[in-house]
């Protein structure tokens, strides 16, 4: 075999190893629901901590909801773990949680395994949720 051979065939399977790896890695794919209006932007972050939660992200991704007030989105390639997932709806795309009257009214925000608290935000350990094989759904809904 010559040597340019040799190299086409390193370099196909240097491109194709990492995306099998990928493909054997922990995921989440995070379905927001009932976002309205249908302007603005969602954010979603992962919080891979109790002490991060709320603080730190590990990991954040962002876009347009559909026309349908849906937004989905997926993060690949996480070790195996407890996550905590939260979703925002900048309605007005000023950059913050604008929280209304007295924390009322305001935009909408949610929570994974759909805990909705009252007065205060849920411990780390009320959302939380097992990542352990590559597709993981997680659905918020911020109705």
């Known amino acids: 075999m010559n040597f340019?051979?040799?190299l086409r065939r390193a370099t196909a399977c240097s491109l194709l190893v990492p995306g099998l790896l990928l493909a054997e890695l922990s995921g989440i794919e995070v379905r927001v629901a009932h976002i309205s209006p249908v302007e603005g932007t969602v954010e979603v972050s992962v919080f891979d901590s109790a002490?991060?939660?709320m603080r730190e992200p590990f990991l954040q991704q962002s876009g347009k909801p559909s026309e349908d007030g849906t937004?989905?989105?997926r993060f690949v390639?996480?070790?195996d773990g407890d996550y905590a997932v939260v979703a925002v709806h900048d309605a007005n795309g000023?950059?913050?949680?604008d929280a209304g009257f007295l924390g009322f009214g305001g935009e909408k925000f949610g929570?994974?395994?759909?805990v909705k608290p009252w007065f205060t935000?849920?411990?780390f350990e009320q959302v939380k949720i097992s990542v352990t094989v590559p597709d993981t759904v997680v659905e918020i809904d911020l109705d």
Not at 94 to 97: A, D, E, F, S
């Open 4 to 6: 340019s051979v040799f």
């Open 51 to 53: 002490d991060a939660f």
């Open 71 to 73: 937004f989905a989105t």
């Open 77 to 79: 390639g996480l070790p």
């Open 94 to 97: 000023n950059g913050k949680l």
């Open 111 to 114: 929570y994974s395994n759909q």
């Open 121 to 123: 935000r849920p411990e």
